[in-house]
């Protein structure tokens, strides 16, 4: 099931069966969806499967089992990721051929992180964008999160990040109409 955080309508995800999050109401009629789906409701277009799996988190699995999952589903282009480099290991050892990124948080220093991704043979850094303060030269792609504002978007896009990862993709669109 697709959910950003690990709560959806007052339920632990991890916790809840499927029955009853795919009941959910998440306004205007809409509903939890399943990866699956959403893959196939979106043929042509490439995801970031972003997988929550941390040591301490809720529903952790030290198996690594959706990150696993994630990447078994994935498609060429689609890129899975996370902030657990463990289990996106797993995925390397498992998947060599699906394409595999590192998300960051602020406070992490971005040349390490860069230099980290690429030994590790990881294709994408998915970065806090208050990381992001000048050219990006890098051997993998940047992708800052989470831009919602239009000149920082720019600004970033200037700076050579690969896309930018944003809560109004239609705000955003608009800038990719302007290059």
């Not at 970031?48 to 999952?69: C, I, S």
Request: proline share 7%.
């Amino acid at each position: 099931m697709l959910a950003h955080d690990s709560a959806l309508g007052g339920l632990v995800v991890s916790d809840t069966p499927w029955a009853v999050l795919s009941e959910l109401d998440l306004g205007d009629g809409h509903h939890p969806a399943l990866l699956d789906e959403v893959l196939v409701a979106l043929p042509d277009t490439t995801v970031q499967l972003e997988v929550k799996n941390w040591p301490g988190g809720p529903g952790f699995e030290p198996d690594h089992r959706l990150a696993l999952e994630a990447a078994e589903r994935s498609r060429p282009g689609d890129v899975v990721t996370g902030f657990n480099p463990e289990s996106l290991a797993a995925v390397r050892r498992t998947f060599p051929n699906v394409s595999t990124g590192l998300c960051i948080p602020a406070g992490v220093d971005l040349a390490a992180a860069i230099e980290f991704c690429s030994e590790a043979g990881h294709e994408v850094l998915v970065a806090d964008f208050s990381l992001i303060d000048g050219e990006i030269n890098a051997p993998v792609d940047v992708y800052p999160w989470t831009v919602n504002d239009l000149s920082r978007a720019r600004e970033l896009v200037e700076w050579g990040v690969a896309g930018i990862i944003t809560d109004d993709p239609g705000l955003i669109a608009t800038l990719r109409r302007d290059i």
